[in-house]
T-cell receptor, first 111, second 113 residues
Framework: SQQGEEDPQALSIQEGENATMNCSYK?????LQWYRQNSGRGLVHLILIRSNEREKHSGRLRVTLDTSKKSSSLLITASRAADTASYFCATDGGGSEKLVFGKGTKLTVNP | ETGVTQSPTHLIKTRGQQVTLRCSSQSGHNTVSWYQQALGQGPQFIFQ???????GRGNFPPRFSGLQFPNYSSELNVNALELDDSALYLC????????????FGPGTRLTVL
């Protein structure tokens, strides 16, 4: 079963705009990770945020985590056509054996 | 690019056959996990190996089995292939511990006819 739920399922924006994707999950976690996947290829790790952190930045990426609402958001600023991909959040479900993924948000950035 | 490699890239099998997929973990990583990703879905956890022992398994039948070798590389074996086994199979490696990122390989695309 998939714990994470990304929202929206699909997002289409123009180059230069910001893209925000949301993720909700069900159980307690140690950390939450965001990944990018291009056209059915492997997953690229973007950022990990620990359960005791509220916000984290990496380049044009900003991730927030609200453990009281069991939700996270990924913001991509000044988007580029190369950001076109599917984005997944993954939680560890409180243990360290596995990651639980949602179905992802498909982002299209139009040039 | 991560240091995780997988082989082969693509594979076509027929129902009932057996398949072995291979993964080399990133240097310094002692934990390897396997995931199955069906089209349009997120990856689903199959199992994890740590120091050559399976230490976590998802909701997959016993015909999905694996191995981890002393150099931490790993194999995923699937017996009696079914059409629904067609998917992208992803391997991920990490250092042990709850706060360490998992890094994924490029995947093996398996098609079962």
């Amino acid at each position: 079963s998939q714990q994470g739920e990304e929202d929206p399922q699909a997002l289409s924006i123009q180059e230069g705009e910001n893209a925000t994707m949301n993720c909700s999950y069900k159980t307690s976690i140690n950390n939450l990770q965001w990944y990018r996947q291009n056209s059915g290829r492997g997953l690229v790790h973007l950022i990990l945020i620990r359960s005791n952190e509220r916000e984290k930045h990496s380049g044009r990426l900003r991730v927030t985590l609200d453990t009281s609402k069991k939700s996270s958001s990924l913001l991509i600023t000044a988007s580029r056509a190369a950001d076109t991909a599917s984005y997944f959040c993954a939680t560890d479900g409180g243990g360290s054996e596995k990651l639980v993924f949602g179905k992802g948000t498909k982002l299209t950035v139009n040039p | 690019e991560t240091g995780v490699t997988q082989s082969p890239t693509h594979l076509i099998k027929t129902r009932g056959q057996q398949v072995t997929l291979r993964c080399s973990s990133q240097s310094g990583h002692n934990t390897v996990s396997w995931y199955q990703q069906a089209l349009g879905q997120g990856p689903q956890f199959i199992f994890q190996y740590y120091r050559e022992e399976e230490n976590g398994r998802g909701n997959f039948p016993p015909r999905f089995s694996g191995l981890q070798f002393p150099n931490y590389s790993s194999e995923l074996n699937v017996n009696a292939l079914e059409l629904d086994d067609s998917a992208l199979y992803l391997c991920a490696s990490r250092r042990g511990g709850a706060y360490n990122e998992q890094f994924f390989g490029p995947g093996t695309r398996l098609t079962v006819l």
